[in-house]
């Protein structure tokens, strides 16, 4: 467990750095300095208390679904071995930082054997990239992560296969072995069954099938050719999925992402919520407390009825991306608009499933980097992760967003090397894909320059992501917009287990002061902030707040 008594003791010993720290802004009460001491004179560390964050962190338990989640892309993220491509040795060796930074979920896009660098088009369902490691290495990954509370989620990808995988090639060598006119015979050849053939002149003018060549068949890709869609209906192939996850399940991982979701029956989803209740029941009843999560890149209204499922999560695509809320609500400063939103579409989503657990994200490898979304503004860069991580449910950071990495244009250039270092070789780094353009520059720098500078976008994360771990309000609550008179104010308040938290976000570029009725603020005192520049500070004097521009106050 990661609070262990020696830590509490440890941290009660560092009690000076910390009193140091509360007089520099770590949104504690504020007392006036005795001494003078210079902010430039502490490290990082010292200046954010980070030994006494795990002692103020909230247990989190094993089953507890309510987790910050990184999201790793193993091929860029470290490599162990010096080939450049990253594996999960590389992962491993990187933990600490993962744990540090307050991370305790990964999901790993996939591992997989797969012909392709991104690997959503899986060769096999049993074993494990061989540029990644091995099935070994990655029950190694799953042992040292659960010794620090940290669970595993990977891709699962059944909405196709790789066009090599065994069943698709069989399959295609057996409609070649038909004569002219000649009908399958599934019991002759399952496989013939397993995705969504049909006669070419049936699906004449249908751009999403391929054609089988010297057959008269075709099968559908509703990717392109190289990822024939698997045919859902069939009990074999749901027979087939059971086993897969049976076998993760069984290595020790504790759930999964379901890629593709919208596209398991395109255009129906009626069959696709079907596809979803198969699937929580499936899980349930191998391991009830495994969570999942679903991507179905859609607006809110349509993630709302793909919850009536009963499928317990999705990624909230209507506040993810460049044209999602978070963005587009920081970029027109309306954070009263964004609060509405907030209250509304949460509550939205427990009307389709009062278990659903919301999965806020900002960006993942299918969009762009956030800091093209802010015009590289290093303020709303922060606060937009900021706003991500104060969303209920489970936070999704994608690797190298805490770093402000650049990533835009095609895939390869969003899931660039995890930039751990300002050198471009070295232990960990990884070459990327090769179809990646060469001159991207991480402008706010690497890990080691970051790690050293207060202001940096890497601090402001953990920090945040450890306020996010001290108050269970912050993941768990219901949430409830509060008008606070000014447009550019984003307040909130969270609910949980008769407790309430209220957070007030200044999405404006001035300093604000807001008057805290007792009305509608029942708080006792100001228990954290978050300022872009800590030169800045949220103060607190009677009923009155004043809030730096783009600061956060956290209320109790
Ligand atoms: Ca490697
Ligand atoms: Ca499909």
Known sequence: MRKNLLKKMFALTLSSVMAISVLYGCGKEAEEPSTTINKADLTPQEYYGVDSWDAVEYEVAKEDHYRNYYEVFVYSFADSDGDGIGDIQGLISKLDYIEEMGFNGIWLMPIMPSGTYHKYDVDD?????????????YTDLIDACHSRNINVIIDLVFNHTSSSHEWFTTACNYYKSLGAGEEPDFEECPYAN???FAKTEDVKGKSTYSKISGSEYSYEGMFWS?????NLDNPLVRAEIEDVV???????????????????FSGH???????????ETYIRSVKEDAFVVGEVWEPYSSIKSYYNSGFESFFDYGYGNNSGYI??????????ALSEKLEKTEKGYFESNPNMVNSPFLSNHDTGRIAGFCNYDENRIKLAGAINQIMSGCSFVYYGEELGMTGSG????????????????????????????????NQFGALDTQEKDIDSIYWYYRKMLHIRRTYEEIAKGSTTSIDAGDKEICAISKEYNGETMYILCNFGEEEKTITLSKDTYAYEKLIEYLVTNTDNEVKLNGDSITIPAYGIAFLK
């Open 410 to 441: 095609k895939d390869e250039n969003k899931r660039a090397p995890m930039a751990w270092t300002s050198y471009k070789s070295g232990y960990g780094i990884t070459v990327g894909p090769t179809a990646m353009d060469s001159d991207i520059v």
């Open 226 to 230: 190289g990822m024939p869609d698997l």
């Open 246 to 264: 049976d076998f993760w399940i069984n290595l020790g991982t504790d759930g999964f992402r379901l890629d593709a979701v919208k596209e398991y």
């Open 327 to 336: 963005i587009t609500n920081i970029n027109t400063r309306n954070g009263l």
């Open 125 to 137: 369902y049993y074993d494990i990239d061989s540029k990644y490691g091995t099935l070994e290495d």
């Open 269 to 279: 989803k009626t069959k696709n919520l079907e596809v979803l209740d198969w699937f």
């Open 194 to 196: 397993y995705y969504n």
